[in-house]
């Protein structure tokens, strides 16, 4: 299991914008994809987005969900060793518990194996 640490969400009026960050070791941010989930009650984990890792050949390097393509961005700080989701003109209906996730490979297609904890993020109307 890869140690994922995730950061920011909360709450935000729809049409704001909030940005999650999700730090990994360095070789596993070089060597491993990210990704996020989200998870609505009593449904099963939906990928969002994901970013393969920076050695990786896949083209596209970077997969969004239709449903927020446009609306959400997955950016990455090599230096810090980073992957962030940007939100931007968030819905009531984006409102779910979102992971951070690596998978064993470079390429973001693929399982996913190891999760952050998640955090709630609601969007209010």
């Known amino acids: 299991q890869v140690q994922l640490r995730e950061s920011g969400g909360g709450s935000v009026q729809a049409g704001g914008s909030l940005t999650l960050s999700c730090t990994a070791p360095r070789r596993t941010f070089s060597s491993n994809a990210l990704g996020w989930f989200r998870q609505f009650p009593g449904k099963e984990r939906e990928l969002v987005a994901a970013?393969?890792?920076?050695?990786?050949?896949?083209?596209?390097?970077?997969y969004v969900a239709a449903s927020v393509k446009g609306r959400f961005t997955i950016p990455r700080d090599n230096a810090k060793a980073t992957v962030y989701l940007r939100m931007n003109r968030m819905k009531p209906k984006d409102t779910a518990v979102y992971l951070c996730a690596a998978r064993g490979g470079s390429s973001w297609r693929g399982l996913y194996e190891c999760w952050s904890k998640g955090t709630q993020i609601t969007v209010s109307a």
């Open positions: 970013i393969a890792s920076t050695n990786s050949s896949d083209d596209p390097s970077t």
